[in-house]
């Protein structure tokens, strides 16, 4: 059997990459949205109404931010990494932000409540989900090099 080189692709190298340059502050940068999130939820656990129409209802929207909060911080932990499964948590943050943008607009009262909603929607949730969804479906196609990431994992 001939042993053939091992060839080594740089992530840079790979124009069409998101982040190409950068993936660490990329990666830092969605570690730190995760972060950000949990004085949001820590504000939403003490500040909803404990009952609604669900029983449930203060529960429901802590859980549903705190998985987004833990999914944008694997998110960034992983593509700092230059870890694939980033496309994984990736994907779940997305559907989590397109979750919570859906039902924040379906169940808000009509006038301020409402216009909060839209505006988070439209300037904060949608375009975090864009991004990860692009960024996995970029990863899906171009993973990181095999070669790049053990190194980085090795101590």
């Known amino acids: 059997m001939m042993n053939t080189p091992m060839i080594h692709v740089r992530w840079s190298a790979v124009p069409d990459r998101p982040g190409a340059r950068r993936p660490r502050r990329l990666g830092r940068a969605f570690a730190t949205a995760g972060l950000i999130m949990i004085p949001w939820v820590l ?10 129409m669900d029983s449930h209802w203060a529960l429901a929207w802590v ?7 833990l999914a944008l911080f ?26 919570d943008a859906w039902f924040d607009v379906t169940a808000a009262a009509p006038g301020g409540e409402l216009a909060i909603a839209i505006v988070m929607a439209v300037c904060v949730e949608i375009p975090v989900a864009i991004v990860c969804t692009v960024l996995a479906l970029r ?14 994992e090795s101590p």
């Open 74 to 99: 694997a998110t960034g932990r992983f593509l700092k990494r230059a870890d694939n499964r980033c496309t994984l948590t990736a994907t779940a943050a997305a559907a989590l932000l397109l979750t």
């Open 139 to 152: 990863l899906i196609r171009h993973p990181f090099p095999r070669s790049e990431t053990v190194e980085q």
């Open 43 to 52: 504000y939403l656990s003490m500040s909803l109404p404990e009952k609604a």
């Open 63 to 69: 859980g549903l931010d705190s998985g987004e909060a």
